[in-house]
């Protein structure tokens, strides 16, 4: 075995303390805030909305981080040094099996509170009639099962690959995740279409999007990498993170944040431009759910300005992004606004008025406890930074790349 390869520090124990703790007070608060919202009663219609809304930010914040870890083992680049675990973390074998639990529920369980559109159409509707051989029951729910097993082999093999080059050294397995990692980002994308087309967009059925999946797969790689970011900015100054994450690579955190800003803006704004400019029933019902009804336009305005605007300023920055402060703050604000975005995305299926209600908090802090509380106890397992990767034990690459 080659000792520079071996993992012989401690995982960050103080930080998996803190996420623990945040795990718990979510799950507390989520229990307090989901009772006050059912009144004493138990109704279905009313926990439905909330249910789903909480399950797509965290479902979608898993599969950011495998998006992100497929990401870095195609670059094998210095940025995903210290956040990789984080990834991993938040994006393997086992997280994906939790977002699937979390999806399975709707499709397997509650699917008459989400579906019933065309799991009980009228039978005059000529739509749903020429959808059928897609939109049924069973084709429905195998394809559910097939996403996430093919995510979950991704995730499990390279994550395998990854332990074995940093208990041997053997640069063999870092070929083979790059080899593999290439497909899999093309797969990602065919099943990320197909997995918000089937899961969201069937709520509607009568309306149709063709790049509804890359909104959500942007989006979602935007969350995981706010979260990343928290991480390792708010401990840059801590072991093992001391000296790995510099400010270099923390203009590198910056950019990655400004880069799929701009793509998510890209995409929402392409979705409404071709949709609206189109003007057919068929395709406008999202927009008009989300414009006329309910307040839910002023939370699209807000989008524009706090979920774009506002980060997309603060990052041209040079200054912002090489400030612990100032990085660490906007991936929060981030962070916050993707909360918003999933919001606004889902409550119209169900609702006609924007009020938030607390069991919408409430079940979004009670899935997210037990979400950071499975990520604590994978982060807990290994090192934070990564061994097998070329700028730990290569010192003129690192430092080719730090007087750059």
């Known amino acids: 075995m ?7 520090e401690a995982p960050m124990t103080k930080l998996n303390q803190i996420l623990m703790m945040l795990a718990g007070i979510l799950l507390v608060g ?5 009772a006050m919202g059912m009144g004493g009663g138990l109704d279905m219609a009313k926990i439905a ?3 789903m809304f909480a399950a797509a930010f965290w479902g979608l914040a898993t599969i950011g981080c495998f998006a992100l870890k497929l990401l870095f083992h195609i670059t094998r680049g210095r940025w995903g040094t210290p956040i990789l675990r984080v990834f991993e973390s938040g994006g393997n074998h086992i997280m994906l099996v939790l977002a699937f639990v979390l999806f399975a529920i709707p499709v397997f369980v509650l699917k008459d509170q989400y579906y019933a559109g065309w799991l009980h159409p009228d039978p005059a509707d000529e739509i749903i009639a020429r959808k059928a051989w897609w939109l049924n029951e069973t084709f429905f729910q195998i394809r559910l099962v097939i996403y996430f097993a093919v995510m979950v082999v991704f995730g499990y093999r390279l994550q395998a690959w990854l332990r074995k080059e940093e208990k041997t050294g053997d640069k063999r397995f870092s070929d083979l995740r790059n080899n593999w990692a290439a497909p ?13 087309t089937d899961v969201f967009m069937s709520m509607d059925p009568h309306w149709y999007s063709t790049i509804f999946g890359f909104w959500f797969a942007v989006g979602s790689a935007l969350t995981a990498l706010s979260i990343a970011v928290m991480i390792a900015v708010t401990q840059r100054d801590k072991a093992p993170f001391k000296g790995a994450v510099d400010k270099l690579m923390m203009n590198d955190f910056g950019n990655l944040l400004l880069m ?3 793509i998510w803006a890209y995409f929402s704004f392409s979705q409404f431009l071709i949709i609206w400019s189109g003007n057919l029933p068929e395709f406008i019902t999202f927009y008009l759910r989300r414009v006329r009804e309910g307040g839910f336009a002023n939370v699209g305005q807000a989008l524009i300005l706090f979920h774009f605007l506002v980060p997309f300023i603060a990052l041209l920055s040079p200054s912002l992004k090489r400030s612990k402060f100032g990085l660490a703050l906007i991936a929060g604000w981030i962070f916050a606004m993707r909360i918003v975005d999933i919001w606004w995305i889902i409550m119209p299926y169900f609702r006609k008025s924007a009020m938030p209600q ?3 908090l409430g079940i979004w802090m009670l899935i997210g406890g037990i979400w950071l509380g499975v990520f604590a106890w994978q982060l807990s397992k290994n090192p934070l930074l990564v061994k097998a990767h070329p700028y730990q ?3 003129e690459l690192k430092e080719a790349t730090e007087n750059v």
């Open 2 to 8: 080659d000792n520079h390869v071996e993992s012989t």
């Open 30 to 34: 989520g229990i307090a805030l989901g």
């Open 49 to 51: 909305p909330s249910y």
């Open 184 to 196: 899999g980002m093309v797969l990602f994308f065919v099943i990320m279409s197909f997995f918000t």
């Open 260 to 262: 799929l800003i701009m």
């Open 358 to 360: 607390p069991m919408d």
């Open 393 to 395: 034990h290569n010192p």
